[in-house]
């Protein structure tokens, strides 16, 4: 019997209970669906970190302090206090580090802030002018502050978005030379970061940034010239290793460190950082995708107890079959067709369903744009639907068997 | 076909049973429902095999529609040694050496009837001229205008003709009929009657399963089976197409 013939054939027995066929394509549609728009809300996610990440610099490489330890016992991340301004200077040094283009020091600091009757709280740094350009950020309204103003520790600060939003109503020029206090220190509002977009968590217009000098001279209370980071910017992507590598052996010279094991500073690039959230979102995606897998197998088992109650119903069509002449294969493949053809085509309307919503749901901007806006990925699309049709094969076969191997007198006799 | 004169009929067997038994297994008991049964066909006959219920006739018929296989004994059919077929073999056998004729019609529903008619070409793998052998068919049996109908717009007649033509169209060397009239009101039955007389003038080997009297006058010999033995088999004058 030829294929096409096996195909007319079962598109007329899916035809004759139009209900059912449909209900059971419902289950197939639905599993496909949800495949593909959880694995595409997976890779929007994944897609949103990284432009985060991406947003906090371009070839960039941190340099922490490694952990302190008292006793043998460490003291936490970055407690350590071991990068100074002269390891800065070194790092900042040509014949020393010919693919650092910029290295800056960052000192954190506490950063409660108030303004007349608003108080806020505020990620607050210490840095110096070349802060700005290291870490990406535009000037919205005045300007950065300057090399005179970190060497003469000037009391000025430049503050991100949010903080305009929420001391100043949102008006970037309306914040410029207003006075606000940082830990009762009074400092200047001389320019506004522009916003980079980002909000919820680990939103980078939250910030705060003062001459780090300023930072060490009035906001940390004497605990000296402390740097909690140093962030080194490379000329390109090709050579952010390059000078992650300068860096390493730099600082190991400062600290007259032979042993680069023993190393009492960590280094990580953007790359670094970027692997380990593509590492967890990868896993959020395979997680979302294995849970929407569940509905699909749902749907195929769906398509068994269709196929199951049809042979039973056309038990003694098979006979007739049986006794005219078809071949035990001939009625395998009919029954196959019919149950592959069901989820073929509900994977088929579950590959629109699917992706329609994914459009929808990234167009439409739900939360804000808090929801990461799904992205489609075609791999899951073309898996969702191979899957879809083996499941039609997979839980097609044991009906479909179960149909070929009747005998034909008791076909024949079955009322 | 084997082209063989009418006046030498018996010289070619379409149908040989040697000895044929058949054991059914209902639980812990054993029923044997042939007990020996050597029966010989031949080519242009017109049988009727007849016998009471539990007499054996329809496990004959299924062992002669190669629907079953005997326990022992012999069986040829058309010059095959049915015994050694596997189920492959089987199929093709049913699909193009017999032809059935039942009694509940046994149409596909919600197929026309000239798609019926079809269907055991399409098992066969002809594809070139299939809806003109089926439409030549349906014509033969009288229903060429109603091709297009499904089964449940037929009158019981009309599904039994189509049900012929559906066992004719692949040219079979037997036409196997299991009480082709049991369903069917006297007029009905005696016009299915009428044509597979006509059939069987054309040469057509025909082995009827009945237990009406009436309907076995038709054929030109009756074998009679009782408790899975043949009792009686005799040549008849056939009676009149048109009584």
Redesign the interface.
């Given at each position: 019997?030829?294929l096409i013939?096996a195909l007319a054939l079962a598109v007329?027995g899916l035809n004759?209970n139009r209900l059912r066929s449909a209900l059971t394509v419902l289950g197939i549609l639905i599993g496909v669906a949800a495949v593909i728009l959880l694995v595409a809300v997976g890779n929007g996610t994944s897609v949103q970190i990284q432009n985060q990440i991406q947003g906090l610099g371009s070839n960039i490489v941190y340099i922490y302090p490694s952990n302190a330890k008292v006793g043998g016992v460490s003291q936490g991340f970055g407690s350590g206090q071991t990068l100074t301004q002269a390891d800065v200077d070194a790092l900042n040094d040509k014949t020393q580090a010919p693919d650092i283009v910029t290295a800056i020091p960052v000192s954190q600091t506490a950063g409660i802030m108030v303004y007349q009757n608003q108080n806020w709280f505020a990620q607050t740094s210490g840095s110096t002018q070349d802060f700005a350009e290291v870490r990406n950020y535009d000037v919205s309204a005045g300007a950065m502050f300057t090399d005179s103003d970190v060497r003469s520790s000037a009391k000025v600060v430049v503050v991100g978005q949010t903080v305009v939003d929420n001391l100043f109503g949102g008006d970037p020029n309306a914040a410029l030379d207003k006075t606000i206090k940082i830990q009762r220190q009074p400092f200047r509002v001389v320019g506004v970061f522009a916003s980079k977009g980002s909000q919820g968590l680990g939103n980078q217009d939250n910030i705060a940034i003062v001459p780090i000098t300023a930072a060490w001279s009035y906001l940390q209370g004497g605990r000296g010239k402390n740097i909690s980071q140093i962030v080194i910017q490379a000329p390109g992507p090709d050579t952010v290793k390059a000078a992650q590598d300068e860096a390493t052996q730099v600082l190991l010279n400062q600290h007259k460190i032979g042993d680069p094991s023993l190393a009492d500073f960590t280094t990580q690039s953007q790359q670094d950082i970027l692997n380990s959230a593509t590492q967890i979102t990868g896993i959020l995606t395979a997680v979302l995708g294995a849970i929407a897998g569940i509905s699909l197998v749902v749907g195929g088992i769906g398509i068994m107890n269709i196929m199951l109650v049809t042979v039973t119903e056309r038990t003694?069509?098979i006979?007739?079959?049986?006794?005219?002449?078809?071949?035990?294969?001939?009625i395998l493949l009919q029954f196959l067709i019919e149950s592959m053809f069901l989820s073929a085509f509900g994977g088929i309307l579950g590959i629109v369903v699917g992706t329609g919503v994914s459009d929808w749901l990234a167009t439409a901007k739900i939360g804000n744009g808090q929801f990461p806006p799904p992205v489609v990925s075609i791999p899951s699309v073309l898996l969702a639907f191979g899957v879809s049709v083996g499941i039609g094969l997979f839980f097609g076969i044991y009906p479909a068997n179960r149909a070929a191997g009747l005998h034909?007198?008791e076909a024949?006799r079955y009322e | 076909m084997t082209g063989q004169a009418p006046g030498a009929r018996q010289a070619y067997a379409m149908i040989e049973l040697e000895d044929i038994t058949k054991v059914y297994r209902m639980g812990s008991v054993a029923v044997h429902a042939l007990k020996g049964v050597t029966l010989r066909v031949g080519t242009g006959e017109f049988v009727a095999i007849m016998g009471a219920s539990g007499s054996g006739k329809t496990t004959l018929m299924?062992i002669i529609?190669c629907?079953?296989l005997p326990t022992t004994g012999r069986y040829i059919l058309d010059g095959v040694d049915v015994r050694r077929l596997n189920?492959?073999q089987l199929?093709?056998i049913?699909?193009?050496k017999i032809g059935?004729v039942?009694q509940s019609f046994?149409?596909?529903?919600?197929?026309t009837a000239v798609h019926n008619v079809e269907?055991?070409l399409?098992?066969?793998?002809v594809?070139s001229n299939r809806r003109q052998l089926a439409m030549a068919a349906l014509e033969a049996v009288g229903l060429g205008d109603r091709a297009k109908h499904q089964p449940t717009e037929l009158s019981g007649g009309q599904q039994q003709r189509c049900a012929i033509a559906?066992a004719l169209v692949?040219e079979p060397a037997i036409l196997l009929a299991d009480e082709p009239t049991g369903n069917l009101d006297s007029e009905s039955s005696a016009e299915i009657m009428k044509l597979l007389v006509q059939l069987n003038s054309e040469g057509r080997t025909i082995v009827l399963i009945t237990h009406e009297n009436d309907i076995a006058r038709f054929a030109k010999r009756i074998v009679r089976l009782r408790d899975g033995l043949v009792i009686s088999d005799a040549q008849q004058q056939r009676a009149e197409a048109s009584a």
């Open positions: 019997m030829k013939e007329s004759a003694r069509e006979g007739i079959r049986k006794a005219i002449g078809a071949r035990r294969s001939d034909p007198i024949l | 299924n529609g629907l079953d189920d492959n199929a093709a049913r699909n193009l059935f039942f046994n149409l596909i529903p919600r197929s269907m055991p399409i098992y066969a793998g594809n559906r692949t």
